[in-house]
């Protein structure tokens, strides 16, 4: 299994996991023709994207998905009910084929050739969102951003991964101190907002395990983070703290207009 956080902030969101029998994305949150340039960048074929999978209906995260499927019939979109429903009846992203919408749902795993996926709620404000792990070939990569905490639950399902893309969204002091109104702070804050560079380590602290190789530091605000203090708090608490990590675990800063290098998971 093979991965890369193509684009990840509040402009839009989108990740390639590739294994043996498929090519997926995690949500499309940039228009068709970005994502088809940013899969070139990691030299993968938009033609040969046969599955994506959605957490939640936020543009930043679902704007795309409708172009891709409409263009590619080959590709297999999956989200909750909830999530398809409010798409659906909001016309949000434009008429979808029907053969190409299929369901999985909170707390269930579900197993395709190679791959299975297992889905899992989170707590964001959104018709209902959720966040997958994705495990082939004995590998898992767990995927969480847009949450405005980690449940036990959640916890217990990401536990133990070989690899994370979590959100590091924001400093706590920039977003009090920065721009935004409070009614926006208050929402980032809430717990149906945002994880701040501190909650996210102390999240990842309690999941990770020695066999944790690969940490994607995702989701960074524009205006309320920085790359150097999401990277420098998450060095702080897991590799210069208690975190039960080998010493080459592979801290990866994320961007929103450049994609990361494939990793082997």
């Keep these: 299994m093979e991965v890369s956080v193509l684009s990840s902030g509040s402009t839009g969101n989108i990740s390639l996991i590739t294994t043996g029998q498929h090519k997926i994305l995690m949500d499309a949150g940039l228009s068709g023709k970005k994502t088809k340039e940013l899969l070139d960048e990691v030299g993968v074929d938009i033609n040969e994207i046969d ?12 704007a795309g998905l409708g172009v891709l499927m409409r263009r590619y019939p080959k590709i297999d979109a999956f989200a909750n009910t909830g999530t398809w429903n409010y798409l659906l009846d909001t016309n949000k992203i434009g008429k979808l084929p029907s053969q190409q919408i299929n369901t999985i749902e909170p707390g269930q795993t579900r197993t395709f050739g190679d791959l299975d996926v297992t889905a899992f709620a989170t707590s964001h404000d959104a018709a209902e969102p959720q966040y ?3 495990e082939s070939d004995g590998k898992r990569i767990a995927f969480l ?19 994370y893309m979590i959100e590091f969204n924001y ?8 721009p935004y109104s409070w009614s926006l ?29 690969n940490i994607f530091l ?6 309320n ?8 708090t998450a060095k702080e608490i897991l ?9 080459d675990v592979n801290i990866i800063d994320t961007d929103a207009l450049s994609p990361t290098k494939l990793v082997k998971i």
């Design 171 to 178: 400093d706590n002091m920039m977003l009090r101190d920065g």
């Design 132 to 134: 997958y792990v994705f």
């Design 145 to 163: 951003t847009d949450t405005g905490y980690v449940s036990e639950t959640v916890k217990g399902t990401i536990k133990d991964a070989d690899a």
């Design 51 to 62: 599955m994506a999978f959605l957490s939640h209906d936020h543009s930043d995260h679902s």
């Design 225 to 232: 983070n920085t790359e150097y203090l999401a990277h420098e």
């Design 239 to 247: 590799i210069d703290g208690d975190a039960n990590l080998d010493s």
């Design 185 to 213: 702070k208050q929402r980032i804050l809430s717990d149906v907002g945002h994880l701040s560079n501190d909650e996210a380590g102390q999240a990842l602290l309690d999941v990770v395990c020695p066999k944790t190789k």
């Design 218 to 223: 995702a989701h960074r605000s524009h205006h």
